[in-house]
């Protein structure tokens, strides 16, 4: 296991944008599948975005596709995910996720064996 943090939340107006970041502990992070999920209150944790560990692949929520982009920096040990044209229903605790491993199962929470603590994106309507 690593230790994540994740910062950048806040609150947004719909169709603004806003940028996670993670932060990681490790110094295999380049082999780290890493993922973003998200949880708003009274709902099922879901899955937003992953990213292979050299970046080259990414996958999406089709609730986010192409207003998200999830990114990672090897040489910082961060991962990031740039939010645009944010809308309500976008409000959720988003959390990151590390499978040290570097398996690729992306949509897959129980694959993850890292998590940060989250951070709250809230999105005003």
């Known amino acids: 296991q690593v230790q994540l943090v994740e910062s950048g939340g806040g609150l947004v107006q719909a169709g603004g944008s806003l940028r996670l970041s993670c932060a990681a502990s490790g110094r295999t992070f380049s082999r780290y599948v890493m993922g973003w999920f998200r949880q708003a209150p009274g709902k099922e944790r879901e899955f937003v975005a992953a990213?292979?560990?050299?970046?080259?692949?990414?996958r999406y929520a089709d609730s986010v596709k192409g207003r998200f982009t999830i990114s990672r920096d090897n040489g910082k040990n961060t991962v990031n995910l740039q939010m645009n044209s944010l809308k309500p229903e976008d409000t959720a605790v988003y959390y990151c996720?590390?499978?040290?491993?570097?398996?690729?199962?992306?949509?897959?929470?129980?694959?993850?064996?890292?998590w940060g603590q989250g951070t709250q994106v809230t999105v005003s309507s």
């Open positions: 996720a590390a499978n040290t491993a570097g398996s690729w199962s992306p949509e897959v929470g129980h694959s993850y064996d890292s």
């Open positions: 990213i292979t560990g050299s970046g080259a692949t990414t």
